[in-house]
């Protein structure tokens, strides 16, 4: 039911004609229903993975359901699906609202929903099937990836920036800026991390390799934190937070502070993932000063929102949507201190690895992102409904779980890492270390890894308690809803001059007239144009991201001396090719990483530490960010190749505290050796030089095979299981490539062609020598 | 021979070029944000507060 609200609008005064608009609730119904849905979806699986690690049996005959194939549909579910939909919610109801338009076009905004939903189903569906890139929160296989590219900037951006350039608003209001960042950030991040050489549609490889590889990631998955799950929620932030408290924001100076200094200063940040590994010092030390500084910018944001609530506190005892947002905002100012606090080099030297990062990031995610979501649908509820809050007592209970739920998760998790880092490199009086054994460390902190359990039970529990609300509160809309008509005049192409002072106060004072021109440029009014201007405001957030961008990525990638070449490091056999495939697709580098860190007690537990030039040939990349288990960098010859069969057979025979899930079905299912030859070309074209292997790859796998599974089956193994040989099993292959980790520095060096020459001529000097007398 | 000139050329003055650059730009902003009049941010700040168009709907 459409109803007119008048404006007091003279037309004459504006000298266009008037238009007539109503927004778009719908849209901004179906976000939140997804959000929310998708929300019950993430976090039961993020509790399943966490009651996967206390119980690793659970699912043995289930490799869909193994820890390292769910923990990315969980990371993947609560970012892109449960943390995405809430943007898109957001977006859709402040842009229209901040624009005075409706959005641009109602089909791109349905294709938009209905694409998003198809690539969350798309990721439901492939990566427990062990379809995956392996980059972390960049899983997706390309196929998905063309389709988020086409429907984040195709539908979404479009829709967006046509939306600014129609809005009958002048001033860009801040949350749009955020907005706007984030789209041309996303969008960049997004492509430059994912240029892949596909093999198939479910297979690619990464143009970039190791160390390059690995900086791309991180770039990637540093920024994907900052530009998807930060600056939409503070867009989110500047425009529900002063709605709900009726109050506007406490310093929209602040807020412009913010906004830059997070742009001109998040994108740097990212190496601070990688410090102590093979990434060159210069790349890690720039990552920790940038990250270091943004620290203020944040804090800035946390305060300006808190004050934001100046005069209203004594709502927030009464209101739970006010709850959720200081909650929400308090979480943001924790975790952006304890962000900048990690990327301090001897700080990150203890939690690397550990479940300090898992901590901090469910303070991030649970605390920001999520408590600022459950504020946001709480408000919107009654307005995009149409009706009353089912309960009010609901939600503040919902508040108070999922508190709790967050604090039962985080504090053990905190505690879990702590522990983890400080035995791992503890070390006794005599200069070894203490705990040898890494599953010593797991079994201490088993009983956190309990408590997490009834915290994430906790946070679950309360979301389903807002969908009980949502629900209700829905079924009490009306029959139809009303749809206000608003009226008002396009913008004039100009803004009126009378905001526009281009005379300069200091006409009167005798000064030299660059000093009045000084005077002029500096109110910045050509800045104020920018703010007005949607295309060249995001042209220069682009160049903002790209440039800062390209002064880290161009010399990791022409610096030679970033990764020096090691003689000994050769391209991986073809049947290693497909033994890594394996590995990448089962998701190791999820428990274990690759990647020994130049410090005592790595070197000491694991062995030499890990060099650039290693990784030459790593596409993708499996240096992993934590450890669940001990790091494999070193793996190759420490244990037998019959230890490796009964290990992925049934772990806990092994080491009965082994939190490894069994990987029988490796050893029931068969290699295919047809899709090596692919795997091979693949590797070849990515800069492996490889010779024999391009025509024979096939031969030279089924060989190395032969000689794997014999070493297998003399040391006890069985020559079949079931059907399936043991040298046809896929387990062969993983066999093969997990002996190869990091044994190629310790070969001896092939000898040049003039120590050939040398030794060939000494050879043939001794010759005559030992010849003569017999001839003679 | 693109590859060959980037590769020769010094890296150490582009970082302290980029952040002459960083320290401009970020500058430029800070001053242009602390001359914005109470007046235009007072305005700036209110405008989520309502959903209905404002007229006149300048500064």
């Known amino acids: 039911m459409a109803i007119a609200e008048t404006s007091d609008i003279d037309p004459s005064t504006t000298g266009s004609q008037i238009e007539s608009f109503s927004y778009d609730d719908d849209i901004v119904r179906k976000f939140a229903t997804a959000t929310l849905f998708w929300g019950v979806v993430a976090t039961v699986v993020g509790l399943l993975v966490a009651v996967i690690l206390v119980l690793p049996t659970m699912f043995e005959t289930v490799p869909y359901f193994s820890f390292g194939r769910l923990r990315p549909l969980h990371t993947n579910a609560a970012i892109f699906a449960f943390a995405g939909n809430a943007i898109f919610c957001a977006v859709y109801y402040s842009t229209q609202r901040l624009c005075k338009a409706r959005m641009w076009s109602d089909a791109l905004s349905r294709l938009h929903f209905w694409g998003w939903q198809l690539i969350i189903v798309a990721a439901a569906v492939t990566l427990p099937l062990g379809i995956t890139q392996s980059k972390e929160y960049a899983e997706l296989e390309w196929p998905i990836d063309l389709a988020i590219a086409v429907v984040w900037l195709g539908f979404f951006g479009v829709n967006f920036m046509m939306t600014l350039i129609k809005r009958r608003e002048r001033h860009m209001y801040v949350a749009l800026w955020f907005y706007i960042a984030t789209i041309v950030t996303v969008t960049v991040l997004h492509i430059f991390n994912n240029l892949v050489w596909p093999i198939g549609w479910g297979k690619s490889y990464p143009i970039y390799a190791g160390v390059q590889d690995a900086f791309m990631q991180w770039w990637y998955g540093h920024n994907a934190v900052a530009f998807f799950l930060t600056t939409p929620f503070l867009g989110l932030m500047y425009y529900f937070l002063p709605k709900a408290a009726n109050r506007p924001v406490f310093s929209y100076k602040l807020s412009i502070i913010h906004f830059w200094s997070l742009v001109f200063i998040y994108i740097w940040a990212g190496p601070h993932h990688l410090h102590y590994t093979a990434l060159p010092e210069w790349a890690s030390s720039l990552g920790m000063l940038f990250s270091l500084m943004l620290w203020m910018p944040s804090w800035g944001g946390m305060i300006n929102g808190l004050l934001t609530l100046r005069g209203a506190w004594h709502k927030v005892t009464v209101d739970p949507v006010l709850k959720f947002f200081v909650v929400g905002v308090t979480f943001y100012g924790m975790a952006t201190f304890e962000g900048p606090m990690l990327s301090i080099k001897s700080v990150n030297g203890l939690s690397h690895y550990t479940d300090w990062t898992i901590a901090h990031v469910h303070s991030g995610a649970l605390g920001w992102n999520g408590m600022m979501t459950f504020g946001m649908i709480y408000w919107l509820m009654p307005r995009i409904f149409q009706t009353k809050l089912w309960s009010e007592k609901l939600a503040s209970l919902h508040f108070w779980i999922g508190t709790i739920g967050i604090l039962l998760y985080i504090i053990p998790i905190y505690a879990a890492g702590l522990t983890q880092g400080l035995m791992w490199r503890a070390m006794d009086s005599s200069g070894n270390l203490q705990n040898p054994e890494f599953i010593d460390v797991i079994a201490k902190i088993m009983p956190m890894w309990y408590l997490r359990v009834v915290g994430g039970a906790l946070f679950v529990f309360g979301i389903l308690l807002m969908a009980v609300n949502y629900v209700m509160t829905w079924k009490m809309r009306p029959a139809t809803y009303e749809v206000p008509v608003y009226q008002a005049a396009r913008l004039s192409k100009t803004p009126p001059a009378d905001t526009v002072k281009e005379v300069s106060d200091l006409e009167p004072v005798p000064v030299l007239n660059a000093a009045k021109r000084l005077d002029v440029w500096s109110r910045m009014n050509w800045h104020r144009r920018w703010e007005r201007l949607p295309v060249r405001f995001t042209v220069l957030t682009t160049l903002a991201v790209v440039i800062a961008s390209l002064f880290e990525i161009v010399p990791t990638f022409l610096i030679r001396s970033n990764v020096p070449t090691i003689a000994t490091v050769k391209p991986y056999t073809p049947l290693e090719l497909a033994g890594r495939d394996i590995y990448v697709s089962e998701g190791c580098y999820n428990c274990h990483s690759q990647m020994v860190r130049p410090m005592v007690a790595e070197t000491k537990r694991y062995g030499e530490y890990s060099k650039p030039g290693e990784f030459i040939y790593d596409h993708p990349f499996q240096w992993g960010s934590r450890r669940i288990g001990p790091d494999l960098a070193r793996e190759g010859g420490k244990q037998s190749s019959f230890w490796h069969w009964e290990h992925f057979e049934e772990p806990q025979r092994l080491n009965e505290h082994s939190v490894m899930p069994s990987y029988a079905h490796l050893l029931d299912t068969k290699i295919n050796f047809k899709r090596i030859p692919d795997r091979v070309h693949a590797a070849h074209m990515l800069g492996a030089p490889y010779d024999r292997e391009l025509t024979e790859a096939v031969e030279m796998a089924k060989q190395q095979a032969v000689a794997v599974a014999a070493d297998i089956v003399s040391q006890g193994g069985t020559i079949r299981r079931g059907d399936v040989m043991t040298l046809d099993s896929q387990a062969v292959a993983l066999i093969a490539y997990i002996q190869r980790l990091g044994t190629d520095i310790f070969a001896p060096p092939e000898p040049t062609a003039e120590e050939l020459a040398a030794a060939a001529a000494e050879l043939d000097a001794a010759a005559p020598e030992s010849a003569t007398p017999e001839t003679e | ?59």
Do not use: W
């Not at chain 2, 002459?20 to 507060?49: D, E, H, Q, W, Y």
């Open chain 2, 1 to 59: 021979m693109l590859k060959d000139v980037l590769r020769a050329i010094d890296y150490s003055d582009c970082a302290e070029a980029a952040l002459l650059l960083f320290l401009f730009a970020f500058g430029l902003m800070l001053v242009s944000t602390f001359r914005l009049s109470a007046n235009a941010t007072n305005k700036f700040a209110s405008i989520p507060l309502s959903d209905k168009v404002q007229d006149p709907r300048h500064e």
